[in-house]
């Protein structure tokens, strides 16, 4: 077994204690252990470049920086679905094998790629809030986080220590009529046996292109900003995709009958937007795909 796939493991089990809660102070989204109180127990979280924003489709100019690449987005991987206190997330089991996604270009550091860790989940109660970012001042029923790290660090938990150490593919979720894709009614399909069951749970094999269903287009918007949980540290390179994944009602539904292990919803598990403090927003408006 390749030692450094080992020790990149044992990093994300690291990352994801962290990034989840469990094992230091309590957080939430509501009452005392809400946004508002993060920053108590976790300083990163009253920074000045912080995570998620409302985004201006309408006055922000598009930039002509290259082209952003998804490498492996394609290959069917066998993946598990899994809760913790806030969220749910879906990752690959066999983190160790070659051909593991990864994304480079667009406007991150020349040559650096950043490979993918897992996704996770926001969403809210009803279908007009539920994303972290905001649109013109509109919210989506949903949003999800697709986390990779740059591959020059070792671990994900040391990538987390540096302002160039996180790339996040952000997608809302727009709630209505339609059908969801077959891989996400899939996943949301399986949430209520995650809930039943209480422990990891194989949902067969997954490639990270069907998932997006189409709208992986380049449009997207690009900032440098933070964990929208605690630790809140500001080691994100945020790429917030302006077309929204479309997805059924049906399935949002499954996500909000989702209970933590106190028997609390897990909805309402996006944070509020936070201020620009006049950083840079880049908007990347071009039809092409990447590959
Ligand atoms: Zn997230």
């Given at each position: 077994?390749?030692?450094?796939?080992?020790i990149?493991?044992?990093?994300?089990?690291?990352?994801?204690?962290?990034?989840?809660?469990?094992k230091?102070?309590?957080?939430?989204?509501?009452?005392?252990?809400?946004?508002?109180?993060?920053?108590?127990?976790?300083?990163?979280?009253?920074?000045?470049?912080?995570?998620?924003?409302?985004?201006?489709?309408?006055?922000t100019?598009?930039?002509?920086?290259?082209?952003?690449?998804?490498?492996?987005?394609?290959?069917?991987?066998?993946?598990?679905l899994?809760?913790?206190?806030?969220?749910?997330?879906?990752?690959?089991?066999?983190?160790?094998?070659?051909?593991?996604?990864?994304?480079?270009?667009?406007?991150?550091?020349?040559?650096?790629?950043?490979?993918?860790?897992a996704?996770?989940f926001?969403?809210?109660?009803?279908?007009?809030?539920?994303?972290?970012?905001?649109?013109?001042?509109?919210?989506?029923?949903?949003?999800?986080?697709?986390i990779?790290?740059?591959?020059?660090?070792?671990?994900?938990?040391?990538?987390?220590?540096?302002?160039?150490?996180l790339?996040?593919?952000?997608?809302?979720?727009?709630?209505?009529?339609?059908?969801?894709?077959?891989?996400?009614?899939?996943?949301?399909?399986?949430?209520?046996?995650?809930?039943?069951?209480?422990?990891?749970?194989?949902?067969?094999?997954?490639?990270?292109?069907?998932?997006?269903?189409?709208?992986?287009?380049?449009?997207?918007?690009?900032?440098k900003?933070?964990?929208?949980?605690?630790?809140?540290?500001?080691?994100?390179?945020?790429?917030?995709?302006?077309?929204?994944?479309?997805?059924?009602?049906?399935?949002?539904?499954?996500?909000?009958d989702?209970?933590?292990?106190?028997?609390?919803?897990?909805?309402g598990?996006?944070?509020?937007?936070?201020?620009?403090?006049?950083?840079?927003?880049?908007?990347?408006?071009?039809?092409?795909?990447?590959?």
């Open positions: 077994m390749d030692l450094l796939k080992l990149s493991a044992a990093g994300l089990l690291v990352f994801s204690v962290l990034t989840t809660g469990q230091t102070a309590e957080w939430g989204y509501r009452g005392a252990y809400g946004p508002k109180y993060w920053n108590a127990s976790y300083p990163h979280c009253n920074g000045y470049q912080q995570s998620p924003l409302d985004l201006e489709t309408i006055s100019e598009p930039s002509s920086y290259s082209l952003l690449y998804t490498k492996f987005y394609s290959v069917k991987k066998p993946a598990v899994t809760k913790n206190e806030h969220t749910v997330v879906l990752s690959f089991k066999d983190y160790y094998s070659e051909r593991i996604p990864r994304v480079s270009g667009g406007n991150l550091p020349i040559g650096e790629k950043f490979e993918f860790s996704i996770h926001h969403w809210g109660q009803h279908s007009d809030l539920g994303s972290e970012h905001k649109f013109d001042g509109y919210s989506f029923a949903g949003e999800i986080h697709m990779h790290f740059n591959r020059k660090y070792l671990t994900i938990q040391e990538a987390s220590l540096h302002a160039d150490g790339l996040v593919l952000a997608f809302v979720l727009e709630a209505g009529l339609q059908n969801s894709s077959p891989t996400f009614s899939r996943i949301s399909k399986q949430l209520e046996l995650l809930q039943e069951e209480n422990k990891p749970y194989s949902i067969g094999e997954i490639d990270l292109n069907s998932i997006l269903d189409g709208v992986h287009h380049t449009n997207h918007f690009f900032y900003g933070s964990l929208t949980t605690p630790p809140c540290s500001e080691n994100v390179f945020w790429h917030v995709f302006t077309h929204p994944i479309r997805v059924s009602e049906d399935d949002m539904m499954r996500f909000r989702i209970r933590n292990d106190e028997g609390k919803y897990l909805s598990n996006y944070r509020p937007t936070q201020k620009r403090n006049g950083r840079e927003i880049l908007l990347k408006n071009d039809s092409k795909r990447f590959k």
